[in-house]
């Protein structure tokens, strides 16, 4: 173990935008689950207050936000045309809004296609775009099956999400969404635990969160919900996932989203 821990190093910051890099000219698109939209939300609050205009959407279904989460939510309905100056100019009134296709009578919200989605990007109508491009029946880890994630094609940063309160976890159990795509790609059994190699080939595999995802964006997982687990278990699940080589993943995030003195960890290889 000494001599595996001299090839990774790790450091603290309290910024999220630190954390994930995150800055303008980006199309994020969240995938997995255990805290994607409370990321989102928190990545596009942190962006407004850094001066940062900023869209949040789908291309799945998320709770339409509060005001308090974002001051605007703007509803393209169905077959209309794509008013950029429209939107343009909200973003210029309201500095960050949401943009769905679609509202019902329970607050759920319906998202766009995403050639939608890159056409507003491309269109520079605010500095940042955030996707949630994935949805995961509110579990912590899930596997995709054939259709999913939807991610806009102009996507250059994918977050993959896991709670870790997946560690641990029997699959079958209320912790797992798709279970039979996360036995595929980790060669259990249902009723098999998760244990950090698992979950590291669920981040990590091509069938796995991020297939599908385009291959010059930036891969940056997200280990969310440390509070439930402790540090060191944060830590090898990210040494885990970063053991697995993928080109697209140069460190791990860990952390608590919904923590309000949240620090978060970055683990990275040397």
């Known amino acids: 173990m000494v001599g595996d821990q001299k090839r990774y190093v790790t450091r603290e910051t309290r910024s999220i ?34 001066n940062y205009t900023v869209i949040t959407t789908t291309t799945t279904h998320i709770r339409k936000p509060s005001e308090e989460e974002c001051p605007y939510t703007y509803i393209l309905k ?75 094609a102009k996507t250059n940063v994918v977050i993959p999400v896991v709670g870790l309160d997946a560690l641990g976890a029997s699959i079958g159990s209320d912790m797992t969404f798709r279970n039979e795509y996360i036995c595929s790609v980790t060669g259990l059994n249902i009723g098999d635990i998760l244990d950090e190699n698992a979950i590291a080939k669920i981040v990590t595999n091509e069938k796995g969160i991020i297939q599908y995802a385009p291959e010059n964006a930036i891969i940056i997982p997200f280990l969310n919900k440390i509070d439930l687990t402790s540090t060191r278990s944060a830590v090898e699940v990210a040494r885990a996932i970063l053991g697995k080589n993928h080109p697209q993943i140069n460190y791990v995030v860990t952390g608590s989203i919904q923590d309000k003195n949240r620090i978060f960890t970055i683990v990275q290889k040397l």
């Open 17 to 50: 935008l630190g954390a994930f890099n995150t800055t303008d000219k980006q199309l994020i698109s969240l995938v997995g689950g255990g805290g994607k939209t409370s990321t989102m939300n928190a990545l596009a609050k942190a962006l407004l207050n850094s």
């Open 78 to 152: 169905e077959y209309e045309d794509l008013d950029i100056e429209a939107i343009r100019q909200l973003v210029k009134d309201y500095r960050h809004i949401t943009i769905l296709s679609g509202v019902d009578k329970f607050g759920k919200g319906y998202g766009l296609q995403p050639d939608i989605i890159t056409k507003i990007f491309e269109e520079k109508v605010c500095d940042t775009v955030i996707c949630e491009a994935d949805g995961s029946a509110q579990r912590p880890i899930k596997c995709p099956r054939e259709s999913e994630p939807v991610y806009p």
